[in-house]
C-alpha cells in the first residue's frame, strides 16, 4: 500500500513544480472521471482547489485567506473549500498581480488557464468557479453530470439520454481544450488512459470487496491514502496500475493468512462521509479500542465494475463509466425501495454486505452536500439493518468544530449500544 | 373574507387560505400536484386536467418533523417545505413533481419521496448548463415526465392540449407582466405586498382562473383613485431565492416602494414566454433553461470561448436587470437570501459589482426562514434605508 501513496506524493510534488516552471495548469472540481482523462491525455497539469482547501486547513494557512473571502462579501456559511480558495485568489490576484503566495502551502495554486466545474454533486462546485471570475478572467466549463432519480433512470430511453448528453458534452469539450492549449487531442492516447483509469478502477473496487473478510484486513487510512490515485487518478497511471495490483496481492494475502489491519477486530465500523483530514491519528485511538473502519464514504469509492469492452466511443466510454459512479446502485436501490439511490443507499448496501456493527457519519458543518443524507442514513440503518450510528460533527476548514478527545469519550458508550444491536440483529435473523 | 370576493380581495383571500381552494378541487374530482420549484413545467400538468400547486413553507410553523431527516445546517426554506409535508399540511397533494434545481432541493426530493407516501412522485433532473446538448437533454427530461404524467392519469398529453395549455400559461405571465407595469408610476398603483399576494394566488389556482384574477385585479389597480400605496424616497428591487411571507414584505415597504421582486414568487416565474415551436416540448425546455434567470443555472460570457471578461460575464448574468432598474427607476437594491442558499450566496459580490456598475445602492441581508428573524430582518433594512436616505 505504501509505494503507491509515495508515489501519490511524489506525483504531487512534480507537478508543482512543472507547474512553477510556467506548464499550462487547470483547476479542476473533482469530476467522477468525466473530465480528468481528457486533461490527461492532452498533458495539463490540474490542482483540485477542493484538496488544496483542505491542505490549507489541516497546514493551518486557511483563516487569513477566509477573512479575505469575509471581506470581498462572500457569505460565512458558504463551503469552506471555497471560501478559502475564494480568499487565496483575491490576495494572489488583487494584491499580488497573479504571483503565488509566498506563505501559500504545498507549493500553492498557479493562475490556471481555465476552469474545469463540475455539476454533480453541489452547486458549490460549480457556482464557486464562476465566482472567481471576480479576480481572474479565466474561462470555466461546467462538466455536466446527470444526476437522475431512481425510478426515473428506468424510464424508456433515460439513460441513453444521459449519456448521448455525456458524448456530446465532451465532444465540446475535447474541442475547447484544444482551442486553448493549441493542442491537439491525440485520440490513442486518451483511449490508453481511459483503459487504464478503468482497470484502475476495477483492481482497487476488487481491493475493496477483499475487505469484507473476517478479520478486515485493510482500513479506513489505508483507503484514504490509495483513493486519490484513482479518483483524481494522481500519477502515472501505469505505475499505479502495478501499485494497486501489488495492493491487491498483499491484501488478498492478509486474508488468506487470517491478517487483519488491526491487532483485535472487535467491531466493525462503516465511515461517512469525509473524514477529519487534520485528526487522522483519531482512527489509530479507536483501532486500540478495536475498531476496525472496513468500508467508507460512497462518493470516493470507485464505481461497481462494468464491462465497457463492447464500447468503441472513447467518449461514450467516460461517460458510461463516470455515470456508474452515481448509478450504479440504483437498480438494487428500487428494488429496495430506497429513492436516495445515490448518496444514502449505498451505506445500507456496505453495511450489510462488510457485516458492520455500527457506522461513524461526520457531518461537516460547512459542506452540507456530504451531510444532508446523514439522518437518513442513520435511520435507513437502524431501521433495515438494526445498526446504529455515532454522529460527531466536524467542519472541512473550521478544525476546532470536531474534538477528537470528547469523540472518544462517546466512543464506550456507543460500543454498548453496538453490543446492544448485535443481539437485536440476531433476533432479527440477521446473520452478523 | 366573503367567498364572492374579487381582484385583490380576492387574491388576498386566497394568499390567507391558499390550499382552500387545491381542497374544493379535489372534494370536486380534480387531482392536484404540489411543486416546490419554478423550473416545473406547470403546462405540462395543466394539459392534463391536473391542478398545479406551488408548495410553500411557512416561516410561522416552527420546523419539528425535519429534524428527522434533514440537518439544522441546511435550506431553512426546503427543511420548513418538508416538515410542512411531514405534517401533512399538504395532503390534499396526489403527487409531486421536484426539480433538480438546486442541491437541497435534490437532496430533499429523495426523502420526501421516502417519508411521504404520494400516488405519484416524479423527479426531473435539470442540467447546470444552457448549452445546446443540455437544453436537448432538459427536453428528453420532459418527455419522462411525460410519460409518468400520462400513466398517472391514464390520459394521453398531445401536442393539441401542450399548446392549448401552453398558451394559458403564456397569457398568465404576460398579464403578470402588465400588472408589473402599474409598479412604474411613482407612487406605484399597487404595492409589493399586494403583489406578492396575487402572485401566491396564482401559484395556487387552475391557470385559467389565476389569469381571470388577474385580470380583476390588473382592472382594479388603473381605475385605482385612492388605496394605493404611498410614495417612498426608495423605489426597490427586492433580489432573492425564495420571499413568500407579507410579513417580511411589509418590513421591506416600511420604508420603500417594492417596485420589483426578482424572486421565484414574484417576477422570475414570469419572465419570457414559451415559444409555441412545432415540437412543444422544445419550446417548453427552451424557455424554462433560458427565460428563467435563477442563479442555479450556470452563464458567462462567452459559453465555451477561450477567453473572458468579467464586465462582459456580468452582462450575461445580471444584464437583465439593467433594464428593469432603468424601466422601473430603481435606486436601491437590497440582496435577500435565506441562509445556506448556495446558488444566490455565491452571486452576491458579483451582483453588487453589477449593481455598483449601474449605480444602485445595494445590501446583501440574509435572514432564517422563520418568525423570529423578522425581527433582525427589520433593523438590517431600516439601517440600509437610514444609509441610502
Known sequence: MYPLRAKVNESYLKSVEAMRAGKPTVWAMLNWYYGDPILKAMDLEVVYPENYGAALAATGFAQPYLEYADADGFPTHLCGYSRATLGYTSKMMRELGGEIPAEAPLGGMPKPIFLMASSAVCDARYKWFQALGRYMDVPVWTLESPMPGVKELFLEGARERMVELGVRHLEHFVAFVERITGRKMDWDRLEETVDLMIEVNRVWHEVNELRKARPCPMHSRDFWSAMPAALFMMGDLRDSLRCFQDMYAEVKARVDNGVGAIADEKYRLVFAELPPWHSLGFFDRLAERGWNFVVESFGYRPPIPLDLSGVGNTLERITRFGLQTFVGYYEDARDEHVPAGALAYPYLKYAGEWKCDGALLHPLISCRSASTHLPYVASLLRERLKVPSLIMEGDIVDLRLFDPEDALARAEPFEESMQHYRGVRRQEGLDW | ?389
Open chain 2, 1 to 389: 373574507m366573503p367567498n364572492d370576493s374579487r381582484g385583490l380581495a380576492k387574491a388576498k383571500q386566497v394568499y390567507q387560505e391558499r390550499s382552500r381552494r387545491a381542497r374544493q378541487l379535489r372534494a370536486e374530482g380534480s387531482r392536484v400536484i404540489g411543486y416546490p420549484c419554478v423550473y416545473v413545467p406547470v403546462e405540462m400538468l395543466s394539459a392534463l386536467g391536473l391542478v398545479p400547486y406551488r408548495t410553500y413553507g411557512d416561516i410561522r410553523e416552527p420546523v419539528t418533523e425535519a429534524d428527522r431527516a434533514l440537518p439544522t445546517s441546511f435550506c431553512p426554506f426546503m427543511r420548513s417545505c418538508f416538515d410542512c409535508a411531514l405534517k401533512a399540511k399538504d395532503d390534499f397533494l396526489d403527487g409531486m413533481v421536484v426539480a433538480h434545481s438546486c442541491d437541497p432541493q435534490e437532496k430533499t426530493a429523495r426523502l420526501w419521496e421516502s417519508y411521504v407516501g404520494y400516488p405519484y412522485f416524479h423527479f426531473m433532473d435539470v442540467p447546470g448548463t444552457v448549452r445546446p446538448e443540455a437544453v436537448e437533454y432538459f427536453g428528453g427530461q420532459l418527455s419522462d415526465l411525460k410519460a409518468t404524467l400520462e400513466a398517472f392519469t391514464g390520459q394521453e398529453l398531445t401536442v393539441e392540449r401542450l399548446r392549448s395549455a401552453i398558451q394559458f400559461h403564456n397569457e398568465q405571465r404576460a398579464l403578470v407582466k402588465e400588472l408589473y407595469e402599474l409598479t412604474k408610476p411613482a407612487p406605484p398603483l399597487v404595492s409589493g405586498t399586494e403583489m406578492l399576494q396575487v402572485v401566491k394566488a396564482l401559484m395556487s389556482l387552475p391557470v385559467a382562473e389565476g389569469n381571470d384574477l388577474l385580470k380583476e385585479v390588473i382592472g382594479e389597480v388603473q381605475g385605482r383613485t385612492t388605496g394605493g400605496p404611498e410614495l417612498k424616497p426608495v423605489r426597490l428591487l427586492v433580489w432573492s431565492s425564495t420571499l413568500d411571507d407579507v410579513a417580511i414584505m411589509e418590513i421591506l415597504e416600511s420604508g420603500a416602494n417594492v417596485v420589483m421582486d426578482e424572486g421565484c414568487g414574484g417576477m422570475r416565474a414570469y419572465r419570457g414566454e414559451v415559444k409555441l415551436t412545432d415540437e412543444p416540448m422544445d419550446g417548453l425546455a427552451r424557455h424554462y433553461m433560458d427565460d428563467i434567470t435563477c442563479a442555479r443555472t450556470f452563464r458567462q460570457g462567452a459559453d465555451g470561448e477561450t477567453t473572458k471578461e468579467y464586465s462582459q460575464d456580468l452582462e450575461k448574468r445580471f444584464g437583465y436587470l439593467k433594464d428593469v432598474v432603468e424601466e422601473w427607476s430603481i435606486n436601491a437594491a437590497i440582496l435577500l437570501l435565506v441562509r445556506y442558499c448556495d446558488p444566490f450566496a455565491f452571486e452576491v459580490p458579483s451582483l453588487r459589482d453589477y449593481f455598483d456598475a449601474v449605480g444602485i445602492p445595494s445590501i446583501y441581508i440574509e435572514y432564517d426562514y422563520a418568525e423570529g428573524a423578522l425581527a433582525p430582518l427589520r433593523t438590517r433594512v431600516e439601517a440600509f434605508f437610514e444609509t441610502i436616505g
